[in-house]
T-cell receptor, first 115, second 115 residues
Framework: GDSVTQMEGPVTLSEEAFLTINCTYT??????LFWYVQYPGEGLQLLLK?????DKGSNKGFEATYRKETTSFHLEKGSVQVSDSAVYFC??????????????FGQGTILTVHP | DAGVIQSPRHEVTEMGQEVTLRCKPI?????LFWYRQTMMRGLELLIY????????DSGMPEDRFSAKMPNASFSTLKIQPSEPRDSAVYFC?????????????FGPGTRLTVT
């Protein structure tokens, strides 16, 4: 079945540092890929998405590129801020089939940014 | 739009009691999802509906859990009888069905504590 693997956390960085959170997936065909962010005490919200190979999703300074050859969708940000402290989830949605509407999530990566 | 609405936001109950969690999805969304989040197990999909019909309930832990969606604007997740290990944050999410809109929108969650 489909699966998503994220780098283990937690990740602790200083403000203005470069961020990478690795995400790899296993799925048939061409799934859609997502990064969700969860701030303390809140539900998950979409950060960015990519629906086909070589697409780059971007939002709020975060970027991720859909790499079919390496089945990866790594999240990056050039300069993190304290306000980026949150839990980040990588997820995929199948291209079709009976599970079309369902998202498969990674385990989440806790990011803490210090001033 | 008000977003996905969940109630109550917090619930504290004693072991053996019945608990009912409620969700109002975003108007016009065809998919509704129930998730459970704990530190130990992360984010788990319990069940999801398409057009009010349950599609996949393989994530429901056991017979103590049941979910209904009597109409397009309301769903419930019921636990009877509740146990301390059911303590978690329960999220409801909804999603439109068109291929151009793949995002799931999450509610703020219900924090359940069973003593």
């Amino acid at each position: 079945g489909d699966s998503v693997t994220q780098m283990e956390g937690p990740v602790t960085l200083s403000e203005e540092a470069f961020l990478t959170i690795n995400c790899t997936y296993t799925a048939t065909g061409y799934p859609s890929l997502f990064w969700y962010v969860q701030y303390p005490g809140e539900g998950l919200q979409l950060l960015l998405k990519a629906t086909k190979a070589d697409d780059k999703g971007s939002n709020k300074g975060f970027e991720a590129t859909y790499r079919k050859e390496t089945t990866s969708f790594h999240l990056e940000k050039g300069s993190v801020q304290v306000s980026d402290s949150a839990v980040y989830f990588c997820a995929l949605r199948p291209a079709g089939g009976t599970s079309y509407g369902k998202l498969t999530f990674g385990q989440g990566t806790i990011l803490t940014v210090h001033p | 739009d008000a977003g996905v609405i969940q109630s109550p936001r917090h619930e504290v109950t004693e072991m053996g009691q019945e608990v009912t969690l409620r969700c109002k999805p975003i108007s016009g969304h065809d998919y509704l999802f129930w998730y459970r989040q704990t530190m130990m197990r992360g984010l788990e999909l319990l069940i999801y509906f398409n057009n009010n019909v349950p599609i996949d309930d393989s994530g429901m832990p056991e017979d103590r859990f049941s979910a209904k969606m009597p109409n397009a604007s309301f769903s419930t997740l019921k636990i009877q009888p509740s146990e301390p290990r059911d303590s978690a944050v329960y999220f409801c999410a909804s999603s439109p069905s068109g291929r151009s809109s793949l995002e799931q929108y999450f509610g703020p969650g219900t924090r359940l504590t069973v003593t």
